[in-house]
């Protein structure tokens, strides 16, 4: 197997955990919009691990993980922009929804082999032709994740409760890294062929299980918060391994 495969698999694994304690709670609003931002990130995690797990060579699986990744990639960022909106106590609004409807049509893109158009493994390296879908992909990112990003520094100066205030800075910092290392390891031409962008979502999974463990972020009870002290000690353990 692929080594560098392990990285999103770890990912997956953190994120699942997170999305098994948020299901454990009572539905909201908000917790179900995070929940879905929880297994939407997974799953990106995930079909990045099969993508470059080295299961199979064959150019067919490499294409459908390919195009899986590039859904997941695009569904997690409207996602969780669609969380931040609610944790804002705002509603979807018109640019969630343009965001759902992009998703469709990626979706669309990737059944009628409209999207990724080759994959191939050279060694533990991954090499694919996504044609112009990588052009649109960055023109949405860019100004999502800076909306985004707004809405939470917004909330962070707006707010008076000090509790509050570091829940958003955490929630802030895990999406700043995300937001930035992703485009970064994609422009970086050694870096694009290894799965090294889910360093980020990692990053990203463990700061938000802090959040949850050390400033109750959506209200996770206390055996939930004692038993993220353990994830993040194993996942911790995982990665220096």
């Known amino acids: 197997m692929n080594p560098w495969a392990i990285i999103p698999l770890v990912s997956c694994i953190a994120y699942v955990t997170l999305l098994v304690l948020v299901l454990l709670q009572d539905r909201t609003r908000v917790k179900t919009i995070f929940a879905l931002y929880l297994s939407v990130a997974g799953a990106w995690s995930f079909a990045a691990f099969m993508l470059t797990s080295g299961l199979s060579t064959s150019s067919r699986y490499l294409i459908f993980w390919n195009d899986m990744v590039v859904l997941a990639v695009v569904w997690s960022m409207i996602c969780y922009y669609h969380f931040v909106r609610a944790y804002s106590n705002k509603p979807a609004g018109i640019v969630a929804y343009a965001g759902y409807a992009f998703v469709l049509v990626i979706l669309a893109l990737s059944l009628t082999g409209n999207a990724v158009r080759d994959a191939y493994m050279v060694g533990n390296y991954l090499y694919h032709d996504m044609g112009f879908l990588p052009i649109i992909m960055f023109s949405t990112w860019i100004p999502l994740t800076g909306i985004t ?77 004692r038993g993220l002290a353990y994830f993040i000690l194993i996942g911790a353990l995982i990665g220096i391994y």
């Open 149 to 225: 990003l707004w809405l939470l520094l917004r909330r962070y100066r707006s707010s008076t409760d000090p509790g509050d205030r570091n829940r958003t800075m955490y929630l802030l910092v895990g999406w700043g890294i995300v937001s930035v290392y992703s485009p970064f390891n994609a422009a970086v031409p050694l870096l694009a062929l290894l799965p090294t962008d889910h360093l980020g979502t990692l990053a990203n999974a463990l700061i938000i299980a802090y959040a949850i463990g050390r400033y109750h972020l959506l209200d996770i009870r206390f055996v939930a918060r």
